[in-house]
């Protein structure tokens, strides 16, 4: 989120506001030379009319084919966009567009990276004693806090119960 000159109370009242659903296959700059003459904001008109705007557009920020937010502009009086003016902040919003999504892809890509090096830790482990129980207690400590906070193994006993073989937590208790 980024803005200059906007207040709190505007940003709050317009705080989820789109004229695209989330799934929109295809959404399309909207903009609105008047908002004064558009009825869809009439409940905005007093918030629209403190902050001195007139004159709004929407322009969807969209990766893969996935609509990822808006980008808005603003003007202080009644104003059509141009077509150089149009292009320019669909420009710009592509541009924002792809650092979210690159953000996002490396994100995934450090994630499936620690899963793999836990997994291969945990192979080494699995592969490094036969005994099971010293084993799978250094399961839970890789586990630990790699997936989770707690980690319990308990296995099935001769009896129809269970067994606890091994604890770990995040606090060390």
């Known amino acids: 989120k980024a803005w200059r000159g906007l207040s709190a109370a505007y940003r709050r009242a317009v705080e989820g506001h789109s004229p695209w659903s989330p ?39 969209v990766s893969s084919g996935r609509l990822l937010g808006k980008f808005m502009i603003y003007f202080d009086r009644p104003h059509e966009l141009s077509a150089p003016e149009l292009q320019i902040a669909q420009t710009i919003a592509s541009h924002i567009a792809f650092a979210i999504a690159r953000k996002a892809d490396e994100a995934a890509l450090r994630e499936s990276w620690q899963a793999h090096r836990l ?55």
């Open 23 to 61: 799934d929109d296959p295809d959404p399309q700059p909207v903009l609105i030379g008047d908002v004064r003459a558009d009825p869809h904001l009439t409940d905005l008109l007093p918030v629209f009319e403190r902050e001195g705007i007139v004159a709004i557009g929407f322009i969807p920020l």
């Open 119 to 173: 997994l291969a830790e945990a192979g080494a482990l699995l592969n490094s004693s036969l005994d099971v129980e010293d084993t799978l207690a250094s399961i839970t400590r890789l586990a630990v806090p790699a997936i989770a906070d707690w980690c319990i193994v308990d296995l099935s006993d001769d009896k129809g119960g269970f067994k606890r073989i091994a604890v770990a937590s995040g606090d060390g208790s």
